[in-house]
């Protein structure tokens, strides 16, 4: 799942990347208000990392602007601003969670991936779709009852067609998923996957609709 993080500490931004990726997240990071707006506005994310004291505009106004313009994007806010005040105003602003810094990255992940379930109305932290499941935690996957072995990007392109399932995702949307910025993309790279994907699994685990996109049916058996 694709994360924007929003903290203008290089060396703390730094290390929430490096451990978030670690978790399994593709992370993009900036270091102000303005260049999270253009970044909330030019990408679907699954969950947005937001610090309140940052330059060039305050994380209360880059949230206030999304929820004012009706993106429900998950937003979870990373600050050191402890006082009852901050949280509360942070939460009336349109936040979905609060965590004060310094914080665990093992806690930070836990909480992501609870938000992102939740804003997909999944109740089970484990996520499954007819005889599929997959764990984003433990990063596992059964099939018919059987363990299966995936790549991290297989891995993640399941993740995202699950949590799309019985929907069409376009080869951009995908794409937009699995990677982050600056990451070199091979043109075949999402054929590759998904040829893997149906070695592994089935050869009918994911439907190619031609000239639409990909999709992962809610029925797969």
Request: charged fraction near 25%; include cysteine.
């Amino acid at each position: 799942m694709r994360i924007l993080v929003v903290e203008d500490n290089t060396l703390l931004g730094d290390g929430i990347q490096t451990g978030l990726r670690q978790h399994g997240f593709t992370v993009d990071w900036v270091q102000d208000g303005v260049a999270a707006d253009l970044a909330i506005k030019g990408e679907p994310y699954a969950a947005v990392v937001l610090d309140l004291g940052l330059p060039r505009r305050s994380g209360l106004e880059v949230l206030r602007d999304m929820r004012h313009s009706c993106n429900a994007t998950p937003v979870l806010i990373l600050t050191a601003r402890d006082a009852i005040e901050d949280r509360v105003a942070g939460l009336d602003a349109g936040a979905d969670d609060y965590l004060v810094k310094p914080f665990d990255l093992n806690e930070l992940s836990a909480r992501l991936r609870a938000l992102i379930r939740r804003a997909g109305g999944h109740a089970s932290a484990v996520l499954t779709v007819g005889a599929l499941s997959l764990d984003p935690a433990g990063r596992t996957v059964t099939f018919r009852n059987e363990p299966k072995t995936l790549s991290t990007r297989e891995f993640d392109l399941l993740h995202a067609l699950m949590n799309h399932a019985g929907r069409v995702m376009s080869r951009e949307q995908i794409m937009s998923a699995l990677y982050a910025w600056g990451e070199e993309i091979e043109s075949n790279a999402i054929d590759v996957h998904l040829h893997h994907l149906r070695r592994k699994l089935s050869p009918d685990v994911v439907q190619t609709l031609r000239g639409v996109g990909y999709m992962l049916p809610k029925d797969i058996q």
